[in-house]
């Protein structure tokens, strides 16, 4: 499917807007979110510039799901080494080990379900983190309300991931024109969810 | 002739000599001259940076339209190229010559009365492009995109040096960066139009050596290139977010660079060649921010 002019000025305003956090959005936390917040967005802003030069088919490659789980990955651990200092090192090795398993079971062929249940535990306690942690630190009052919109951006991505995911599985739950449709609007809605939680929160 | 039918006949000489000076090219290398002058953080000095746009636009302009006059003959032979208004014969190929010498004049001629040095610099630029690369080597070996290269990235090293009075290490590196930038340019198009150069009997990277090791070359040169960009924007003293920045955009070119060179795809060479003048254009910007 050709990529409109509309999806492109879509995806432009993503990468500007990724370029923006990485650049100003994240300057006054410590070295470990800073990493994991660059590393996050500039995932976001390569893949917004890499879509805009090549097209829609860069999603057919089989590496857009080990990259794809590298934004929930790192924008979790941001969240968890932020706010649950407790949990930071053990978080730590989860998203350490989760990535080498999604990379190892996407780049061998097995005709079993573990790449699937692989990607779906390591996406899925990504996801609720990412959706769940912004939500209840905002109720209560440990952030500002804004905060929320963090949570709203991880569960926008949560849907791109599973849409994407199910896609590259062969058993996609949309038509691929659809997905392709509203892929580059719901990246730009999470990425502003996630810029406009982290400035006002 | 009626004054209407003058204004007529210049605004169709300024259509044929447009395309002589290839603007995309010219502009981007234009943008590296502003950015090396601005990378300097010194105080800017606006009439000094309009001479030197004014001036290096025409200095590469000039030596742009002489490389279309001494090419028209291989460019007619060329699928891409034999529309060009000096290789159709549109334009009387003594007037581009003029043409060529005269703006060459003017825009070498500018530069070194705004800066002996200034103006020496952008001098080697057009001599290494015109001589060097264009009269001498294009012809006879695939490495003259060497020279093509030093010529190319003359402009920033000018931009440095007007601003600060001498070649430093940064300026070096900078020149460095587009020296290992034009590669991934030129090389991506020599094995897109590659029966062109081999009808038009230029001597290319494919043609010569392999496909394989073209790629190698390019993936090789671009990440060279960020290693150029990366370590002068440390010297320069960007902040911290712009390094982060240049260091994601930097790890997308890595990434597409090894992608050439592991998967033989005319479009992924093609992304990389895209790619490679959008990282340059954002660092060139990012590295200008210095001086504001």
């Not at chain 1, 730009?188 to 969810?193: G, K, S």
Request: proline share 3%; net charge positive.
């Amino acid at each position: 499917m050709k990529m409109s002019a509309f999806d492109r000025v879509l995806l432009l305003i993503t990468v500007f807007l990724s370029a923006y956090q990485i650049v100003i959005g994240i300057d006054d936390l410590s070295t470990a979110p800073i990493i994991a917040y660059t590393i996050a967005f500039g995932v976001l802003l390569v893949a917004g510039l890499l879509l805009i030069i090549l097209g829609f088919d860069v999603l057919e490659s089989p590496i857009v799901v080990i990259v794809s789980t590298i934004i929930p990955l790192t924008l979790s651990l941001g969240l968890v080494w932020e706010h649950l200092t407790f949990y930071r090192t053990g978080y730590l090795i989860f998203i350490l080990i989760g990535f080498a398993a999604v990379t190892l079971t996407r780049s061998i062929t097995m005709q079993n379900k573990l790449p699937i249940i692989t990607i779906a535990i390591v996406h899925g306690i990504a996801g609720i983190t990412i959706f769940a942690l912004p939500i209840i630190l905002s109720m209560q009052g440990a952030m500002k309300p804004a905060f929320a919109l963090v949570g709203i951006g991880g569960a926008l991505i949560g849907i791109g991931g599973l849409l994407l995911s199910f896609f590259k599985a062969g058993k996609p739950i949309l038509s691929r024109e659809m997905i392709l449709r509203i892929f580059p609007s719901l990246l730009l809605l999470m990425t502003i969810c996630f810029i406009t939680g982290f400035k006002f929160g | 002739m009626t004054v209407q039918s003058s204004i007529i006949n210049r605004k169709s000489k300024i259509k044929l000599y447009w395309p002589l000076i290839k603007s995309t090219q010219t502009g981007l290398l234009l943008a590296t001259g502003i950015a090396g002058y601005l990378s300097a953080g010194t105080r800017i000095g606006l009439l000094t940076l309009l001479g030197m746009s004014i001036s290096l636009f025409l200095a590469i302009s000039g030596s742009t339209i002489l490389n279309m006059w001494y090419d028209r003959d291989i460019d007619a032979k060329m699928k891409r190229t034999h529309k060009r208004s000096a290789a159709s014969g549109e334009l009387d190929h003594k007037e581009v010559f003029g043409v060529g010498i005269a703006v060459s004049i003017l825009g070498i001629g500018w530069a070194i009365s705004i800066a002996p040095f200034y103006g020496l610099v952008v001098f080697a630029g057009w001599f290494f492009d015109v001589v060097i690369y264009t009269l001498w080597l294009k012809r006879r070996t695939a490495w003259s995109i060497v020279w093509g290269g030093i010529s190319g990235a003359m402009p920033i090293l000018a931009g440095r040096v007007l601003a600060i009075g001498h070649i430093d290490l940064v300026g070096v590196l900078l020149a460095l960066a587009i020296l290992f930038w034009i590669p991934t340019h030129t090389l991506t198009f020599s094995i897109k139009f590659r029966e062109d150069y081999a009808n038009a009997g230029v001597p290319t990277f494919p043609s010569t050596y392999s496909d394989t090791f073209t790629r190698a070359t390019i993936a090789i040169s671009s990440m060279l290139a960020a290693l150029a960009i990366g370590w002068a924007s440390v010297l320069i003293g960007i902040s911290a977010g712009y390094l982060r920045l240049i260091a994601v955009l930097t790890a997308g070119l890595l990434l597409l660079a090894f992608a050439t060179f592991r998967v033989e795809s005319e479009r992924v060479n093609f992304g990389l060649f895209k790619y490679a003048s959008l990282y340059m254009l954002s660092s060139m910007i990012i590295l200008a921010m210095k001086a504001f």
